[in-house]
């Protein structure tokens, strides 16, 4: 056939082929490769990780308790505590919502909306924290009203928990977008032939075949959450014990010289990112088997 090629190997070739079926380079190409990316993760991952658990143990178990159970240490971890566990709910929510609508959905706008739930990828989030200063601030659009209704968001816990939103609220949509257009509209619309409520086709059909993904974009919206330092930054005011998150008094304290104190808490941010770590592997490999068991039950 005019425009085939044909492939002859010989048995040498075709030896090669099965013991290296994704790559013709030669070994020393393939551990060459491998030796720079190792090196660049331990240089680049792993010691920084080793640097903050030695430094942060380096006066011993009892300095780095003291340093957590500080009270600005422990009003911190409560802000940040307090931080996730508004905004993630609420870009779960949103997320959730507007992947459905995106994804099953025609309507005006939707390039649009798209467009809008990238911004928080491509504005820096100092910007970010400086728009709400902007808005909410004391000479801001809106500030006057706040101050005169006697509440206050700048360089207050709202504030906060605004940027905080702000920043994660691409995650869970940005998970769950590409899964939904990929599994199409089939299952709904029998669902609804079927004679199911919106709601019902919702939670027992939409939900389970998206829920791996849903779960992976809260674990990655929470980890935003709880380490995000711009935008937090700008709108908290860094008053100590009441608007410092994790980050920000990790800051605070290093530039006091206060190197263990500073080291314990970063140490209990990079515990959160390895037990995120951990859940996140956790649930792509979950993914994976039922990926695997829907295949199996197909053939």
Not at 67 to 86: K, M, N, Y
Not at 252 to 270: M, Q, R, T
Request: proline share 4%; net charge negative.
């Amino acid at each position: 056939m005019a425009g085939a090629i044909s492939l002859h190997l010989t048995p040498a070739h075709a030896e090669r082929y099965e013991n290296n079926p994704a790559t013709r380079e030669s070994d020393w190409v393939k551990w060459s490769i491998l030796g720079i990316s190792l090196t660049f993760f331990a240089l680049f991952l792993l010691m920084p990780l080793v640097v903050v658990f030695y430094e942060a143990l380096r006066k011993g178990w009892q300095a780095y308790l003291v340093a957590l159970i500080e009270p600005d240490a422990l009003s911190a971890i409560r802000l940040t505590l307090t931080a996730a566990i508004i905004s993630v709910p609420l870009n779960l929510a949103f997320g959730v919502a507007a992947a459905w609508a995106i994804a099953k959905f025609d309507f005006p706008g939707k390039s649009f909306l798209i467009t809008l739930i990238d911004l928080p990828f491509s504005v820096s989030p100092v910007v970010a924290g400086l728009i709400f200063v902007l808005v909410f601030g004391r000479t801001g659009w809106l500030g006057s009203w706040f101050i005169d209704n006697d509440m206050k968001v700048i360089f207050a816990v709202p504030g906060i928990v605004l940027a905080t939103i702000f920043v994660t609220f691409p995650f869970v949509a940005r998970e769950l977008i590409p899964l939904m257009e990929a599994q199409g509209r089939d299952e709904e619309e029998a669902s609804t032939v079927l004679g199911a409520s919106g709601w019902q086709t919702f939670w027992h059909v939409t939900i389970p075949n998206v829920k791996w993904g849903l779960l992976y974009g809260v674990i990655l919206c929470n980890a935003r959450a709880m380490g995000e330092f711009g935008a937090v930054s700008v709108v908290s005011g860094h008053i100590r014990g009441e608007t410092n998150t994790m980050p920000l008094h990790v800051e605070i304290v290093y530039s006091e010289y206060k190197f263990a104190a500073a080291f314990a808490v970063a140490s209990l941010l990079a515990i959160l990112a390895l037990l995120t770590l951990v859940i996140k592997s956790f649930i792509e490999w979950r993914a994976a088997q039922a990926a695997k068991g829907d295949v199996e039950a197909q053939s």
